[in-house]
T-cell receptor, first 113, second 112 residues
């Protein structure tokens, strides 16, 4: 069976510090991978998605970037955090080749102080 | 992406009652998904729908893909306290690629 991991689970960072959140998927090959942000108030905002190694699509221009160095690894980064970057960051995966069912990880709670 | 209109925003019901919620879009969707999220956790996929008119059940949950392809419905029968959470609809249009559009969620509270 497939599992998705995210770490860290929680993070408190000062404004201006760098960020690196990691997501890994087990039990599947060549998945599509996604990063979402969920602010207070519940809406999920798609930030990035990737259909393969080194292939990143950005949905919202912002202070963040994403990379996919390995098939089942997806990383969300920032060089300098802003207060507005606080939120609940969710990674998700779906099978490649036309499957649109996305499966979410447990999330990372980021607080920028 | 396009925002879906999900209603009601919140529901406060007694255990044993049935629940209905819906999601609407101004454009046609090819896929509808329903998720449940509990506090501090990621959303969990409940039901996926791919055809207009499709009715799919998962235990006490039943979801339907609207005939117009612009809406979807989720029903929960005989609610229990563990049904508490936020229920999200998500839809995908033909030009959306792999991106899903999410509703803002329906918060469900169930009292024993």
């Amino acid at each position: 069976s497939q599992t998705i991991h995210q770490w860290p689970a929680t993070l408190v960072q000062p404004v201006g510090s760098p960020l690196s959140l990691e997501c890994t998927v087990e039990g599947t090959s060549n998945p599509n991978l996604y990063w979402y942000r969920q602010a207070a108030g519940r809406g999920l905002q798609l930030l990035f998605y990737s259909v393969g190694i080194g292939q990143i699509s950005s949905e919202v221009p912002q202070n963040l970037s994403a990379s996919r160095p390995q098939d089942r690894q997806f990383i969300l980064s920032s060089k300098k955090l802003l207060l507005s970057d606080s939120g609940f960051y969710l990674c998700a995966w779906s099978k490649g080749g036309g499957s649109y069912e996305q499966y979410f990880g447990p999330g990372t709670r980021l607080t920028v102080t | 992406g396009q925002q879906l209109n999900q209603s009601p925003q919140s529901m406060f019901i007694q255990e044993g009652e049935d629940v209905s919620m819906n999601c609407t879009s101004s454009s046609i969707f090819n896929t509808w998904l329903w998720y449940k999220q509990e506090p501090g956790e990621g959303p969990v996929l409940l039901i996926a729908l791919y055809k207009a008119g499709e009715l799919t059940s998962n235990g006490r949950l039943t979801a339907q893909f609207g005939i117009t392809r612009k809406d979807s419905f989720l029903n929960i029968s005989a609610s229990i306290p563990s049904d508490v959470g936020i229920y999200f609809c998500a839809g995908r249009g033909s030009n959306s690629g792999y991106a899903l559009n999410f509703g803002k969620g329906t918060s469900l509270l169930v009292t024993p």
